[in-house]
T-cell receptor, first 112, second 111 residues
Framework: GQQLNQSPQSMFIQEGEDVSMNCTSS?????WLWYKQDPGEGPVLLIA?????ELTSNGRLTAQFGITRKDSFLNISASIPSDVGIYFC????????????FGKGTKLTVNP | SQTIHQWPATLVQPVGSPLSLECTVE??????LYWYRQAAGRGLQLLFY??????ISSEVPQNLSASRPQDRQFILSSKKLLLSDSGFYLC??????????FGEGSWLTVV
């Protein structure tokens, strides 16, 4: 089945640094979503992308939908301690599939 | 606005006991509903999804079942829990824009 390769698996950074993570696939998607999950809670939607080439920002977060439709990245600028968590990408498949395909997550640790 | 709520938040059950996790969605009609399981805080595994009342699709063979008795209610059940059923269970719904929103999650520990 379709798979998303999300990298890196984990990151350890200093407060104030910028962060970049990405997802790639051999499949084409018509939706890319980025979520953040805090420990013991459900994932929360950060950014939704619906169009190839789309670049969208949400505060210090920026995400882009790759023009090939097979990849997406998420950047976090000037990281702060509350950015700690697990970040998931998810792709919606063409053809109106009811399901999303999720990456395995990037665990972010921010040292004050 | 749309909201999603699942309960209980935490559950400790003995092996062989039954399970019922409930999820409800407000502010939308005929949503697509989903049950996911997450082990060890990583990786979301889709268990079931439903596109309407009484319509359930199972993604993986398992000891669990799902039901949708009402439009905005989705229930995850088991008749006899196994140790391997322990995990973090997430209910979710999909909006008209193909975006999925998650509930708060339910921690299940089978002892």
């Amino acid at each position: 089945g379709q798979q998303l390769n999300q990298s890196p698996q984990s990151m350890f950074i200093q407060e104030g640094e910028d962060v970049s993570m990405n997802c790639t696939s051999s499949s084409i998607f018509n939706t890319w979503l980025w979520y953040k999950q805090d420990p013991g809670e459900g994932p929360v939607l950060l950014i939704a992308l619906y169009k190839a080439g789309e670049l969208t920002s949400n505060g210090r977060l920026t995400a882009q939908f790759g023009i090939t439709r097979k990849d997406s990245f998420l950047n976090i600028s000037a990281s702060i301690p509350s950015d700690v968590g697990i970040y998931f990408c998810a792709g919606g498949l063409q053809g109106g599939s009811e399901k999303l395909v999720f990456g395995k997550g990037t665990k972010l640790t921010v040292n004050p | 606005s749309q909201t999603i709520h699942q309960w209980p938040a935490t559950l400790v059950q003995p092996v062989g006991s039954p399970l019922s996790l409930e999820c409800t969605v407000e502010g939308t009609s005929n949503p697509n509903l989903y049950w996911y399981r997450q082990a060890a805080g990583r990786g979301l595994q889709l268990l079931f999804y439903s596109v309407g009342i009484g319509q359930i699709s199972s993604e993986v063979p398992q000891n669990l079942s799902a039901s949708r008795p009402q439009d905005r209610q989705f229930i995850l059940s088991s008749k006899k829990l196994l140790l391997s059923d322990s995990g973090f269970y997430l209910c979710a719904y999909r909006d008209s824009g193909n975006t999925i929103y998650f509930g708060e999650g339910s921690w299940l520990t089978v002892v």
